[in-house]
């Protein structure tokens, strides 16, 4: 909720999920650029794309700064400020969201329109260094003195009439990242939003976006080249129409949105992404059913073109087209102790086809405060642009080592059965929530690199294929123990292991998935509210960076801290708040 946000001390998304079990990232993902590639959700590469990621409950199409392999947008493209509500959904749903929703769902609510005006601003300033990337212990070399980071946001909203309202939105970001050399990234949010009730029943919103990425270089610009090394814009539209009478509900939402992208670095890559959805749902409220009926239209649309020293290199035109229905009934049984619910969702893809994803999830209360959950499903994810349309293969060189990357425009999605158990209790005499649940995946059609055993020039020449199974298993852990005023104490815990079944890695381990990760936050909150601080202290298990399972990072811990006051009294109170990051 928007309250535990502010109280969080979270500069940045990953922070904020950061006690989240199944949620794992580094300190190197706090800064704006950072690549999400080291982030990972129940045991699988957020990066790429095995996450579904929603901004009010739309999917985003595009890239921006810490894209690595997807058009997955990164945690960080939304700030802090604009965020209302997290809705995560672990585990397998692609009953309901289709594509993608192997791991989970996060659906980023942003701020809606106030029912009373309301005004907020806040700046701050901020000083970090980075340390060697090859260390966890306290021999670290630092190897810059001191480096910059500021935020600036402001908001206003008011009613218009009894019927409507409108929330404008702003914020600035910008720091100098953490390579060796300092460079810098900003990004320029802006969101309005606004809403009306036409009568008793039907209601209409609107809301425009925009937001501007950039990154300079770490040195001068050569003959031919700009200021910034990568450079986004975007601009998204949504229009929704809700009619709500007695148990029917219904909601038709049309999104649009388009990125224009210039990323300069050794070669020149521009061009645009483009996304066209609609979507219609309806909702039956019965006594013992709430059933839900709902389609989707979506076409994707991506014209990039990549050149060096004016000669085309390679590049990606395409255009993506998705049909999907899909149905879900919330059975509630056993005086409404028990809660049924199946679902299934039968997607049709304009490159590979079809696919019909089931699930079955189900609730039991077991005593007063007690709840036992299971699901299981079938989840499946589409790969990548860059995995199937790039043409031609293009020239890679990581480390010296220069290869050809061609597509394979004949990959079939991966999918993926995932089961859940869980049990959560909230104690009837003691301030005190728990949690526990153990989890399973078993991944099909993986898509790694594979050798063609073809050159060009003398270079190898490598491709994509379906050649890999994956088994998932983990458990998790979460408490929290005290209310938010008085004295708390939050923690979370889990194990995962994600095994390479087959395919040249058989046995080894994923990449960038700890052993374990444990977080606890003691924290305490005035009786008055107009003060609070927090303590996190979080420590992360080994891991590999490399499929051969050669090269590791060690366990290590972080610990941060944040305080938080209020001046005075009301709404236009103003706050001062202090956060101190890896303090270890």
Known sequence: SRDMI????????????????????TNLDDTIASDNIRT????????????????????????????????????NRVPISMIERIEIIKGSASSLY????????????????????????????????????????????VVSSSRNSMALSASYGAPIGQDSGFMVLFDHRQDEGHGRLPQKARIDSLLLKANTRVNEALSLEGSVG????????????????????????????????????????????????????????????????????????????????????????????????????????????????????FVQDEIQLLNERLTVIPGARAEHHSRFGSSFNPQLSTMLELAEGTNLRASVGRSFKSPTIWQLY????TLRCPGGNCVYRESNPDLDPETAWSANLGIEKRWQTLPLWTSASLFGSRVRDMIVVVNTNRQINGVPVRTFDNVDKVN???GELAFQLGDYNGLYLKGSGGVTRSTQKSGPYDGKQLTYVPRYQLN????????????????????????????????KIKAHQVVDASAWLMLSTGRLAPKLSLDLGNLT
């Open 520 to 551: 606890l936050a003691p924290g305490y909150v005035s009786d008055s509210g107009r003060w609070g601080t927090q303590l996190t202290w979080s420590k992360v298990g080994r891991q590999y960076c490399d499929r051969t399972n050669d090269n």
């Open 98 to 141: 289709g594509a993608d929703a192997m791991a989970g769902v996060i659906n980023i609510i942003t701020r809606s329109t106030p029912r009373e005006p309301v005004a907020t601003a806040s700046v701050s300033r901020g000083a970090y260094k980075v340390k060697a990337s090859d260390g966890t212990g306290p021999d670290r070399a």
């Open 472 to 474: 998932i298993r983990g």
């Open 40 to 75: 990972t959700f129940r045991g699988l590469s957020f990066s790429h794309g095995y996450t579904l990621v929603l901004i009010d409950g739309q999917r985003s199409w595009g890239r921006g700064l810490g894209a690595h392999a997807s058009t997955t947008p990164t945690l």
């Open 6 to 25: 502010e109280r969080s001390g979270a500069s940045n998304m990953h922070q904020l999920l950061r006690m989240v079990p199944g949620y794992t990232s």
């Open 210 to 325: 925009w937001d501007q990425q950039r990154l300079e270089r770490t040195r001068p610009p050569a003959p031919g080249q700009g200021r910034y090394e990568r450079e986004y814009d975007t601009l998204t539209g949504t229009l929704g129409l809700t009619w709500s009478q007695g148990q029917h509900h219904w909601r038709t939402t049309a999104n649009w949105e388009r990125q224009d992208v210039l990323v300069n670095v050794r070669s020149r890559s521009d061009g645009d992404y483009g996304n066209l959805a609609l979507e219609s749902v309806y909702t039956f409220y019965g006594d013992q059913h709430w059933i839900t009926i709902g389609g989707e239209a979506r076409r994707d649309t991506v014209d990039l073109l990549e050149t060096f020293q004016g000669r085309k290199v390679s590049g990606i035109k395409a255009t993506i087209r998705n049909y999907a229905l």
């Open 390 to 393: 790039r043409d031609p293969p």
